[in-house]
């Protein structure tokens, strides 16, 4: 495959990451106003929330078998049209136990993104050029927050709020046509084999998969770190709100400033990593070097709930926020290094099911707290020790390098 079709393929995912997170955050930047006119209590958005985790995480247990047995050409249209559907299906509902299948839809088909990406990746890049790809792809996340505070309010208010998810569905339904215009025809490199010939032959064995200690490396890891993720992508701007009287237009800058960074954290948690391996680094030592000082990084979080400037909360939520996506590419990577490519959607799938259930239990927690009175102080607690503890649990499990791994 040429290079210039492995490019506009990866654009393509970029943009499907973008139009995934742009699905599943409207929910968030709507919260004051849905509440207002549905009714809602905290509890009742953060059941929401939970629903939305739940579904994904057990759909994760089929979404990296049908990837890996349909291949990422496939898994890639299959994956955005879905859910596209999903979020579409917001604009007709309006009790709260329609709001809870809409999201349990949303959530089930958005777990075939992540498994998805990686095995595309996987699949088109070599090893060296794979932490870039993630970094790109993880970015793409960060900029569809970017964009859905900026101009979902705008929507909102001037042609309702069911405008919004009509909006960003049909943009998905869009990029299907033109995955399937570019996709057309491609094959992979020459040194990096079609995952799909190393499975004939060699059925997935899910036993294999579950008593190998790389998969519960991985698990843990996302256990520990992406609840954070969760938490604040859901609950940051109920926070700018409620801690600094914030309404929808005033939060859409903050929220702007915090994805940039979250973006650029992304970006170069590949390019350093990258260019450690580069320098003739070890592979894991590179990586696991990067993890530790994201995880430095966030220790500062729970500050913002003590400064009495928004711009200075922006502040300390944009390097968390960088930090955890520097974290998180470079646990995508070491993924990638150390799995057998047959085996590398469903051990992601694995892992995404139980970091979307510490993320499901930390939204709905949030909820609780915050109806008894507590506050936001437990919680940014928790996440600004998570990725000490993911890292330690990464480094506990896996073996010495990917060479004694595979």
Sequence with gaps: MSKN?????????????????????????????????????????GRLTALFQFAAAFAYLGAGWVVDRVGWRRANPLAV???????????????????????????????????????????????????????????????????????VPTLALTWGWQSAFLVTGG????????????????????????????????????????????????????????????????????????????????????????????ALGSLAGGFISGRLIAAHWPVMAARQTTMLVCALLALPVPVALWVGNYWFAVALLSVTLAAHQGFSVNLFALTTDVTPGSRVGTVISVAALFGNLSGMAVLQAAGWLLDDGYGYGPLFGLASVAYLLALGWVRLLLPKSPAAAI
């Design 5 to 45: 079709r492995r490019r506009l393929l990866l654009a393509l995912l970029i943009t499907s990451g973008i139009l995934n997170y742009a699905d599943r955050q409207i929910i968030a930047v709507l919260k004051p106003l849905l509440q207002d006119q549905l009714h809602w209590s905290d509890s009742d958005y």
């Design 81 to 151: 049209g879905t859910w596209s559907l999903a979020a579409m299906s917001h604009a007709v509902v309006r009790t709260m136990g329609q709001f809870s299948l809409a999201r349990i839809a949303l959530g089930a088909t958005e777990s075939l993104g992540t498994p998805t990406a990686i095995k595309t990746i996987a699949a088109l890049f070599t090893a060296r050029e794979r932490s870039a790809a993630l970094g790109g792809m993880n970015a793409a996340g960060n900029v569809g927050a970017i964009i859905t505070p900026l101009f």
């Design 171 to 262: 943009a998905g339904i869009l990029w299907v046509a033109a995955w399937q215009w570019a996709a057309r025809g491609a094959s992979d490199p020459p040194d990096q084999p079609d995952p799909q010939s190393m499975l004939r032959g060699q059925p997935l064995r899910w036993r294999e998969v579950l008593l190998d200690r790389r998969t519960w490396a991985i698990a843990g890891g996302k256990v520990l770190s992406d609840q954070v993720w969760w938490f604040l992508l859901f609950w940051m701007p109920d926070f700018f709100h409620r801690q600094f009287n914030l309404d929808m237009r005033g939060f859409a800058a903050p929220l702007a400033v915090v994805y940039c960074a979250a």
